[in-house]
């Protein structure tokens, strides 16, 4: 295996690689021809993600896993599933969509992860973690209940096996004896020392039919013996848990086999093909090393999980001059970051808690100042919610720093073990609104309407960073569940100050006032990252504005006002349109008796592809433009006297 480290500014020769339309080749091919196979997947992989950018790390781990996998089943009858899908570039490039790679994560390109619209060999579409075992189970027990004879394989990590949901469909598993095979890429910082030749030997020895057929053969002797049958299991367990963790799995119904070396193609081609066909559970763990064969990613497979595009030498010319740096502006996540680290420094009663997203949600810091109040509890999204109610039961203050996406996975927990107990739980909701490249699992697309009908929840949503830490302060003060949702990346960059004093909550922000003459009067009442275009539409159209800043409660007096002042009322929300902000101001509405045009914006009811943000928000009308549009046809349409009940924009 050649290792390298750079990544490849021109397109690798790949001449074997080339030939591979299908994986199907793989499957009549030596092991020197396997091993050139792996040697140009990793090359072209290199140079693929150079030219795209994209996840990085995790797919050069499993390159010899993948060649191995398509050259032992018999894909796309035999169903293979990647869990989250971050590895799976590999596989994207041996099933058809080679010369595509370079457009992965890209408007209009292939998806970050795997997707069944996508490839026939995409059996299951995914993007968020542990949910291959329960997937591919799902897929064994219907082959058998149909009669149709396949082989059914899912590949885990050794992070999503963390979540609960992993270890229920294991459980499952081993209760049904389903024909199932789960590989563990156990992809740690460099292959353990007990990954070698012993260990090698022992999982083919395990895996082969001779020893199989030996052991049953054996239990069949003695069988007529009494106790004999138990000591022999006893001892066989004995002698597998000396040299592998198999006793947890043993337990739950698989035969396991492994650890095995990863990257040694030969071991793990031959192991495969031993066990494909073996009846009832099957689990072989595998290592491999993250970021294999590009030593910086090897080095620092955290800084190199994901990467963005190369820019080639000479495409950019050099400046005139040297210029002065610009102090970049600081992210949303790093506004949330400092506000942690200051606030654990006034109040010793916060404590942060993460399901693995510390560096994601800037919890750093944090960890490494308060490493007694920093909490990581792995992929376990449903445990990191109840673990903190059960916090707040003991007079702690913790603070939930989640993806909006990922809080979807703790929603129960967040009724039933926060909500209604009413307890002083603060979520910082990280990535809300559309986050780019990651595609329709990562949006942060729902949450103010899955929040907003929680009862006793608070709900904001700030306009800028100044906004978004004074909001942080007014959610950690509140004394029952808030949440406080941002986007990803940057935000206007305003000043951040120092302090800690908290946003009064359900205090709408007036911004501009019409000018304009009754009958024309709009009001625009934007939430959160949509008060920027906000501004500009209300000077295009001499408009009032309104950064509503609260969506739950509302500003119940700013919406009357408005009402009672202008013609139309547009509400503006990075959420989709139903059941989110701008269904709160109709349901107030017409609960006061209000009549009033009303123009809802905001995500459209579909799943939002992937693409870069401001590509995306022109997309679904939501650009600055596109709202200007979108209100200068329903003024045409001459029905803002009368009153309904709004439209959407639709991508």
Not at 461 to 483: F, K, V
Request: aromatic share 6%; net charge negative.
């Amino acid at each position: 295996m050649k290792l390298y480290d750079d990544i490849p500014a021109e397109r690798p020769y790949t001449p074997l690689l080339d030939t591979l339309d299908t994986p199907s080749a793989l499957r009549a091919m030596n092991t020197a021809q396997l091993a050139q196979v792996a040697d140009e997947l990793r090359a072209y992989l290199l140079y693929s993600v150079g030219v795209s950018g994209g996840h990085f790390g995790a797919g050069l781990g499993v390159v010899e896993l993948t060649v191995a996998l398509h050259h032992a089943l018999e894909t796309p009858h035999d169903r293979l599933v990647w869990d989250v899908g971050h590895q799976a570039y590999p596989h994207k490039i041996l099933t058809g969509r080679r010369e595509a790679m370079t457009t992965i994560r890209q408007h209009g390109g292939l998806a970050a992860f795997p997707r069944r619209a996508e490839s026939q060999y995409d059996t299951f579409g995914v993007g968020h973690s542990s949910t291959s075992i329960s997937a591919a189970l799902g897929m064994a027990l219907a082959s058998r209940t149909s009669g149709e004879k396949r082989r059914v394989c899912a590949v885990i990590g050794d992070g999503a096996l963390t979540a609960g949901m992993a270890f229920e469909a294991l459980a499952h598993a081993g209760h049904v004896d389903a024909n199932l095979l789960v590989v563990l890429n156990d992809n740690e910082m460099s292959i353990s020392e007990n990954v070698g030749g012993i260990a090698s030997y022992l999982a083919n020895v395990l895996s082969s039919k001779p020893y199989l057929a030996m052991r049953e053969e054996s239990k069949k002797v003695l069988a007529h013996l009494p106790g004999a049958l138990e000591l022999a299991r006893r001892t066989e367990e004995h002698m597998k848990g000396m040299v592998s963790p198999a006793t947890l799995f043993e337990e739950m119904g698989f035969n396991y086999i492994g650890p095995i070396d990863g990257h040694d193609l030969p071991t793990l081609a031959q192991t495969l093909r031993n066990i494909r066909d073996l009846e009832g559970p099957q689990f072989l763990h595998v290592k491999t090393c993250k970021g294999r064969g590009f030593l910086p990613a090897e080095a620092d497979p955290i800084g190199y999980h994901a990467i963005t595009k190369l820019e080639k030498n000479g495409d950019t010319p050099p400046p005139l001059k040297p210029a002065a740096p610009k102090p970049k502006p600081k992210k949303y996540c790093n506004v949330f970051g400092d506000w942690l680290c200051d606030m654990a420094a006034a109040d010793a009663r916060l404590i942060g808690i993460t399901p693995a997203m510390r560096e994601g949600s800037d919890l750093v810091r944090f960890s490494r100042e308060y490493p007694e109040r920093y909490f990581d509890v792995a992929i376990a999204e449903q445990h990191a919610v109840t673990l903190a109610a059960g916090m707040a039961c003991e007079a702690m203050k913790p603070v939930v720093a989640i993806y909006s996406t990922f809080l979807q996975r703790g929603y129960d927990q967040l009724i039933h073990d926060v909500a209604v107990q009413g307890l002083d739980v603060t979520f910082a909701l990280d990535r809300a609104g559309l986050v780019g490249e990651d595609g329709p699992t990562h949006h942060g697309a729902l949450d103010l309407s899955y929040l907003r009908c929680v009862p006793g929840m608070v709900v904001l949503a700030p306009a800028d960073e100044a906004e978004c830490r004074a909001m942080l302060s007014a959610a950690y003060h509140h004394p029952g569940p808030a949440a406080v949702r941002y986007p990803r990346g940057t935000g206007p960059g305003v000043a951040i100050p120092d302090h800690l004093e908290a946003l009064p909550i359900g205090t709408a922000q007036p911004r501009r006032r019409s000018g304009a003459e009754p009958g024309r009067r709009i009001a625009l009442l934007a939430f959160g990252s949509l008060n920027g275009p906000a501004g500009e539409v209300a000077e295009r159209l001499d408009a009032s504005h309104v950064n509503m800043r609260s969506v739950k409660p509302l500003d119940r007096q700013a919406v009357l006002a408005a009402a009672a002042d202008h013609d139309l009322l547009v509400t503006l929300e990075e959420n989709v349109v139903a059941g989110g902000a701008g269904s709160a101001v109709g349901e107030l509405l017409a609960a006061e008796g209000v009549a009033v045009a009303l123009l809802h914006l905001g995500l459209p009811d579909v799943f939002v592809e992937h693409g870069k943000p401001a590509e995306l928000l022109t997309d679904c009308g939501l650009d600055a433009d596109g709202i200007e549009a979108t209100i200068r046809r329903r003024l045409e349409a001459g029905d803002v006297e009368g009153c309904d009940t709004g439209r959407r924009t639709t991508c």
